[in-house]
């Protein structure tokens, strides 16, 4: 009796390790990036703006020389979107601009890079097909004490029927 | 490769699941409308008692059959709600009231145990659905 006790306590504990494995491939799959990423693409697009600020002003700029009537800082819509990026550099000043996106960057979870996050979830993967071949094996175990051990609904059908899976 | 004699094992046990559930219900129901008959007959016995009262304090009312009053939806209700010292007033002897507590704990006892076995055939559904689809690949 002892031994189908343990043997259900060791399953419980490896169902626990598959939940937190799948739980930590779940938030990578959920986040693509890590939060260097994001800030780095948040601090890319600052600069885009800057350059688009500067280059409407200076073709607005080089209509006023050729004596021309124009609207300075006029915004306008491109495919009837009005990017306001620009203009909020213009108006803030660049480093306020990236220190307030940047603020909200550091609220995003820490992620991991694309190389490092490819590598994670491929050793996550390996990991639970493990975790799963050692949790069938005990299966079988309470099979064979004549004690059986319902499995799981989601459980991996490929650990209960392919040799050799996990190893 | 796969695994054919575990495929078996599998099968083998999900088919006594779904066995036992079914065996289970079967039981349940039986079981229901034994005690459903035996609370019909408590019902007559406590209408023979209402009836009784009330011929006592109106003699006219001689109408009035045990049969009918038991027919009457709120009686049932009446001694559904009655508690046991009432019920051994209204004329239902204490063994009789005891077998019936007795027996409605049986019921909600194999009641739970038929749901906890329900619970397990729906986990094993889900199981063997993937166990069967991986099977079937394999097998084409």
């Given at each position: 009796m002892n031994d189908i006790v343990e043997l259900q306590q060791q399953v419980?504990?490896?169902?626990?390790?598959?939940?937190?494995?799948?739980?930590?491939?779940?938030?990578?799959?959920?986040?693509?990036?890590?939060?260097?990423?994001?800030?780095?693409?948040?601090?890319?697009q600052v600069t885009t703006w800057r350059a688009q600020a500067s280059a409407a002003v200076a073709v607005d700029l080089q209509r006023l020389a050729a004596g021309q009537a124009v609207p300075l800082l006029e915004l306008r819509a491109s495919n009837g979107v009005i990017n306001l990026g620009p203009w909020m550099v213009a108006?803030?000043?660049?480093?306020?601009?990236?220190?307030?996106?940047?603020?909200?960057?550091?609220?995003?979870?820490?992620?991991?890079?694309?190389?490092?996050?490819?590598?994670?979830?491929?050793?996550?993967?390996?990991?639970?097909?493990?975790?799963?071949?050692?949790?069938?094996?005990?299966?079988?175990?309470?099979?064979?004490?004549?004690?059986?051990?319902?499995?799981?609904?989601?459980?991996?059908?490929r650990a209960a029927l392919i040799l050799g899976f996990g190893e | 490769m796969i695994d054919h004699a575990r495929l078996a094992t599998l099968r083998d046990r999900f088919a006594a699941l779904r066995g036992d559930y079914a065996r289970s219900g079967e039981e349940v129901r039986t079981f229901a409308l034994q005690l459903g008959r035996e609370r019909?007959?408590?019902?007559?016995?406590?209408?023979?008692?209402?009836?009784?009262?009330?011929?006592?304090?109106?003699?006219?009312?001689?109408?009035?059959?045990?049969?009918?009053?038991a027919h009457d939806p709120d009686t049932a209700a009446l001694v559904e709600g009655m508690t046991d010292v009432e019920l051994e007033a209204a004329g239902v002897k204490p063994a009789q009231v005891n077998n019936l507590r007795a027996r409605e704990i049986v019921l909600a006892r194999k009641r739970k145990a038929h749901e906890h076995l329900g619970a397990r055939v729906r986990v094993w559904s889900s199981y063997m659905e993937g166990i069967e689809r991986l099977a079937a690949e394999y097998s084409a």
């Amino acid at each position: 009796m002892n031994d189908i006790v343990e043997l259900q306590q060791q399953v419980e504990a490896l169902r626990g390790t598959l939940k937190g494995l799948q739980g930590e491939l779940d938030t990578l799959k959920a986040q693509a990036r890590s939060r260097r990423e994001v800030g780095a693409a948040v601090a890319q697009q600052v600069t885009t703006w800057r350059a688009q600020a500067s280059a409407a002003v200076a073709v607005d700029l080089q209509r006023l020389a050729a004596g021309q009537a124009v609207p300075l800082l006029e915004l306008r819509a491109s495919n009837g979107v009005i990017n306001l990026g620009p203009w909020m550099v213009a108006a803030m000043g660049e480093k306020a601009c990236s220190a307030w996106l940047a603020s909200m960057v550091d609220e995003l979870p820490e992620g991991l890079d694309a190389p490092h996050r490819a590598e994670r979830m491929h050793d996550i993967g390996r990991e639970i097909d493990m975790v799963a071949a050692a949790e069938e094996a005990l299966l079988r175990e309470a099979d064979d004490l004549g004690h059986p051990i319902d499995p799981r609904a989601d459980a991996d059908p490929r650990a209960a029927l392919i040799l050799g899976f996990g190893e | 490769m796969i695994d054919h004699a575990r495929l078996a094992t599998l099968r083998d046990r999900f088919a006594a699941l779904r066995g036992d559930y079914a065996r289970s219900g079967e039981e349940v129901r039986t079981f229901a409308l034994q005690l459903g008959r035996e609370r019909a007959a408590l019902v007559v016995t406590v209408s023979a008692g209402i009836v009784r009262d009330r011929q006592r304090r109106n003699p006219h009312l001689a109408a009035i059959t045990p049969e009918k009053v038991a027919h009457d939806p709120d009686t049932a209700a009446l001694v559904e709600g009655m508690t046991d010292v009432e019920l051994e007033a209204a004329g239902v002897k204490p063994a009789q009231v005891n077998n019936l507590r007795a027996r409605e704990i049986v019921l909600a006892r194999k009641r739970k145990a038929h749901e906890h076995l329900g619970a397990r055939v729906r986990v094993w559904s889900s199981y063997m659905e993937g166990i069967e689809r991986l099977a079937a690949e394999y097998s084409a």
